[in-house]
DNA sequence: GTGAAAGCGCTAACAT
DNA sequence: ATGTTAGCGCTTTCAC
């Protein structure tokens, strides 16, 4: 049989105590004798007591949990930012919920509704792709819970969110192709109502412009960015402009299948095109060359968020007006084998 | 400012009606008439009440939660079971608490006691690699949560968990390279102190045994597993046997390390040396030529690990006994071209 | 079919 | 420095 838990109670009972005294003890209240402290705790320690935290949250109205939604939690990035998050989180004493949307608007008006139910006092979202309306939430405004995006934002000024520089890092990608003698340089891009495949296409466009080399329209090809769109995608641009000698890809994935096609073509990697990609996946390190990638800093992403959102939560403490705070993260280059050309000796 | 929630006792001052009859309804509760059911509903709907789960699960003594302690959150076995995990609990309307231990026995330990503070209702468990001491998992015991371990488990009757059959992926591997037409296959095996590495081991052992295959020391190699272990392990067991035409590797990372030697021997893969691995990860498909490798099946492992705790919760519930029940999940072989060699026509 | 009342374990005025 | 008391929102026994 589970042998009950001793309750505060329990404790004022076997000490002569009142209810409240054993209260301020446990939470450390100062106005408190130290011989009555030291009574308590020990009696605490030897009925192994440990507090309702459900209790304390009714009481108090707040639950001392955290919530995320992500679209997944597989997947290289989600999985670092919330390793990012947990850490913080926890550091800060709040427990964390995460719910998952699968990319689908439905699942994410749900998961907003749970954790408003389950009474988190804060909450961290990445906005699902499919996601069209965002009235709900307004209704996380509404019941005055701080919410902080990160990554895939709501862009409004009232919303807080911490978000990658996208622009500078496809700006220094480009940037370094060239710095590397490349001049033909292709980009697989996203889908452009996606606002960070946007600004990885904009660096790219302003890295060119900076250096003083054209754009040209038969060096750019969109596409969903699977492993396959870069394979098809990278023959339709050898099709186009076979003199390019070197691809930016919006992603690694797509990078991965890019590269499989200039190998066929006999293309050698970086000499003959030089690569470089977005993301910095745990493959991106593990083909052959290693691929040069913009690394998103997932982990200091979720540390971020979670600490905004720690700062709204204590603003809201006080009363004060919730402000809008957006956070740009800085995202690191990481130069590999295939970006990398020996200079012509 | 925020908007007061309506709670039980506002939706029944406003129809005249008991706390408790409001609760009813909201319960399903069967003798209630059908006109107050109506009108109960309907005002709910209209001042959009949300139940206080924090309240129901104080009164009720259970959370509606589960609690999940994983190594880690990131990397692609733990990200897939969690996903599982929390499709069912979601499903099932539970919500779910991630913890990491980040391999860690301190870590581990002060999960455990968060997730029994926030008096979750299950207790989903992954142990951590360096956990030697387990007197926190009697706690949950005298506690009577119950608790399904899965993928590293502590071995005792009592306890139920969910794992794959490590021991047949190996020797379906193995007999597979054999099939090719190998039979010189070389092994770089994981920490013999860890079950599942131990069981890959003995897969090996088995399969070549039952083919009429010698077991050779020189051919096999122990190591952490890590890509360069993968690639010292390679490049001795070429020096030590340089007439091997296999590898079975015990994770897929080690393998790529692996590869990348064989390949600078200028060996080809599958011709030369034929390849399989295990865990099937993201990047097993996109090495060149994709690996063959022994797939964990994450997600089920999950599903199943849910399924498993809400039978023993609902056991718990009736106050049966709670019986330790194991359940071992079949792996599958994903045959690719590191290992079909074409045959000799 | 409905209501009254107790209480889950805790916190925080308001006493003294 | 300590005690008294009310109540967070809900469920549930017992009554009618």
Redesign the pocket.
């Known amino acids: 049989m589970a042998t009950?838990?001793a309750?505060?109670?329990?404790l004022?009972k076997q000490l002569?105590?009142?209810?409240?005294?054993?209260?301020?003890v446990?939470?450390n209240?100062?106005?408190?004798?130290d011989?009555?402290?030291k009574r308590v705790w020990e009696l605490a320690k030897q009925l192994n007591?440990?507090?309702?935290?459900?209790?304390?949250a009714?009481?108090?109205?707040r639950s001392n949990t955290l919530g995320v939604v992500v679209p997944h939690i597989d997947g290289h990035f989600f999985a670092l930012v919330l390793k990012g998050i947990e850490t913080i989180a926890n550091l800060a004493g709040f427990n964390v919920m995460i719910c998952q949307s699968n990319e689908n608007e439905g699942h994410e008006k749900k998961n907003i509704a749970t954790l408003l139910n389950a009474q988190v006092d804060g909450i961290l979202v990445s906005v699902s792709l499919t996601t069209r309306d965002f009235s709900h939430f307004d209704e996380v405004r509404r019941r005055n819970i701080p919410l902080v995006f990160f990554d895939r934002v709501v862009e409004t000024p009232e919303a807080s969110a911490v978000v990658l520089d996208d622009y500078q890092g496809a700006y220094q990608a480009v940037s370094h192709l060239i710095e590397q003698g490349c001049a033909r340089i292709a980009h697989l891009g996203g889908p452009q109502h996606v606002n960070i495949c946007q600004n990885r296409y904009r660096g790219y466009q302003d890295a060119l412009q900076a250096h003083g080399i054209a754009y040209d329209e038969a060096l750019v090809h969109f596409s969903n960015l699977s492993m396959q769109d870069g394979h098809d995608g990278m023959e339709q641009l050898l099709q186009q402009a076979p003199q390019l000698d070197a691809v930016f890809a919006a992603n690694d994935l797509s990078l991965v299948g890019a590269m499989q096609v200039l190998k066929q073509h006999g293309l050698r990697v970086p000499n003959n095109v030089a690569l470089a990609g977005f993301s910095n996946e745990l493959f991106s390190s593990l083909t052959e060359p290693k691929l040069t990638s913009v690394d998103q800093r997932c982990e200091e992403m979720g540390r971020t968020a979670v600490h905004l959102l720690l700062e709204l939560m204590a603003q809201n403490e006080n009363d004060e007006k919730l402000t809008g705070r957006q956070i740009t993260l800085q995202p690191e280059l990481l130069i590999r084998e295939s970006s990398e050309r020996v200079p012509a000796a």
Request: hydrophobic residues 35%; aromatic residues 2%; without cysteine.
């Open positions: 009950r838990r309750s505060i109670s329990d004022a002569n105590l009142s209810v409240s005294t054993i209260s301020r446990l939470n209240h100062p106005a408190i004798s011989a009555t402290k007591y440990q507090p309702n935290h459900l209790a304390a009714l009481r108090k109205g």
